[in-house]
Structures are given as C-alpha cells and as structure tokens.
C-alpha cells in the first residue's frame, strides 16, 4: 500500500499499512484540520494580551468617533453663527432701507410743502399785485 501524500502519517500507521494483520495502532496523531487549528490557537496570544489588544482597539475607535462628534459639533457652531451674523446683517439692511425711505419721504414732503409755500406766497403776490391794480391810482 501507498502512503498518502501529505506526509501526517506516523510510523506506526505506516507500519500498518504495510502489514494488514497486524493490530490496529492506537490514534496518537491529529488529523490535519485538528493539527492547523490547535496551532493557530497556540500561536494566537494569550486572552489577556488579547482583551488588553481589543481594548485598545476599542479606545482607538471611541478616539475616532469622539474626534469626529467634535468635528461636527464644531462645523454646527459654526454654521449657527454664521446664520446669526446673516441674519443680522440682513436686519441692518432693512434698517437702512427704512431710514432711506423715510429720508426720502421726508425730501419729498418738505419738496411738496416748499412748492405748496411758493405756490401761496405766488398766489399772494399776484392778488396782491392784481388788488394794487385795481386801486385807484394804481399802475395799469
């Protein structure tokens, strides 16, 4: 008989291979996916270097994530003020808007009493031009 390829058999399973009749060897030897698991488990580090290195892992990524709240905190902040410093800019301009409507109405009222004074200091010089026509003795 041939020995299988892979070589994970032990001298006395070959020895028994080879001889049929002889009795049957007790299993001192893992098969192979038995063997790579329990070396993995030998090479992985003890639990705990392992909970030691999942807690830092954990720390790292609650770092992470509370720097990234900050961020975002901070990017609020600034919006929030950014939106104040709009809104009263835009307060300020309307202010002004209102003051420069009322200037200009002002202007126009104190135009229109102006006109309606000259108009009546006219209306008075006329008539009394026209009455001093009229007197006797008056120019013609």
Do not use: I
């Not at 041939?2 to 893992?30: D, I, M, N, Y």
């Not at 609650?62 to 003020?81: A, F, G, I, T, V």
């Not at 003051?99 to 109405?105: D, G, L, N, V, Y």
Request: net charge positive; charged share 30%.
């Amino acid at each position: 008989m041939l020995v299988p390829s892979g070589g994970w058999l032990g001298e006395t399973q070959r020895v028994h291979l080879q001889c049929p009749k002889a009795p049957h060897p007790p299993q001192t030897l893992f098969p192979p996916r038995l063997l790579v698991t329990l070396l993995r488990s030998a090479t992985t580090a003890p639990p705990s270097a392992t909970a030691a290195l999942e807690a830092r892992s954990q720390a790292y990524r609650d770092s992470l994530r509370e720097e990234e709240n900050r961020k975002l905190q901070k990017m609020k902040e600034e919006q929030h003020q950014k939106s104040e410093l709009l809104e009263l800019k835009r307060q300020q301009q309307e202010e002004e808007r209102t003051k420069t409507q009322q200037a200009e109405h002002r202007r126009a009222h104190s135009a229109k009493a102006l006109f309606q004074a000259l108009r009546v200091g006219v209306n008075k010089a006329e008539k009394s031009q026209t009455m001093w026509k009229l007197q006797p003795g008056g120019k013609k």
